[in-house]
């Protein structure tokens, strides 16, 4: 019986198609964990904090340390162009690049508060 040189590379051929679609899926499972660098939001833990706490924990690294603004906008000054209800919102609800829910809702009004009075 002769075999047909063929079909050992089309089953590893097969079987590679196969774990390529299998760690596909798997990966698109992971890529919020992958995103947030394996750690979810201290929801908890920013529910004691204030504002200042908040913004080291969630916003430096898009506003910096001074508020100057990184990849995010500078917030000096940002009280004079919004008012505490839009500051609030925007907080709330993300865009522009900004994500939703990283400040608790019970602490919004005191973060809006608070991020309408730098200078």
Do not use: T
Request: proline share 6%; aromatic share 6%; glycine share 16%.
């Amino acid at each position: 019986m002769k075999r047909n040189p063929l079909i050992p590379f089309l089953f590893i051929a097969l079987i590679g198609i196969g774990l390529v679609f299998v760690l596909s899926i798997k990966g698109l499972g992971d890529e919020r964990e992958i995103a947030s660098g394996g750690k979810e939001p201290a929801k908890e833990e920013n529910a004691n904090a204030s504002p200042e706490e908040i913004y080291k924990q969630s916003c430096v690294s898009c506003h910096g340390e001074n508020y100057e603004g990184v990849s995010g906008p500078s917030l000096k000054g940002v009280g004079e162009k919004r008012d505490v209800g839009g500051i609030k919102e925007k907080i709330q609800n993300g865009g522009g690049g900004m994500p939703a829910g990283l400040v608790p809702e019970e602490k919004l009004d005191e973060m809006a508060k608070w991020v309408s009075e730098i200078k």
